[in-house]
């Protein structure tokens, strides 16, 4: 019984969020400077955590083997 109260409630939920998305569509013409300049900087930070990681690993299984 609860999972398909829980399974009307989302499919709920995607119904809102797709009617929300295709209004928001509709009348949004475009990413402006600073949402490109944000997703840009968040997508540095992401790679350079992924590199300060690899390189944290590896550094670490070196001096495992000497």
Same mark, same amino acid.
């Given at each position: 019984?609860?999972t /398909?109260?829980?399974? *009307?409630?989302?499919n ?5 969020t #797709?009617?929300a998305?295709?209004?928001? @569509?509709?009348?949004?013409s475009?990413? *402006?400077t /600073?949402e490109?300049v944000?997703?840009t900087?968040?997508?540095? @930070?992401? @790679? *350079? %955590? ?5 390189? @944290? %690993?590896?550094q #670490?299984?070196?001096?495992?083997? *000497?």
């Open positions: 019984m609860n /398909l109260v829980l399974l *009307t409630l989302f709920g939920y995607l119904a809102a #797709r009617r998305w295709r209004e928001r @569509a509709e009348d949004d475009g990413m *402006t /600073l490109t944000i997703i900087l968040v997508l540095i @930070a992401v @790679a *350079t %955590a992924f590199g300060l990681a690899l390189t @944290a %690993a590896i #670490r299984r070196t001096n495992q083997i *000497t």
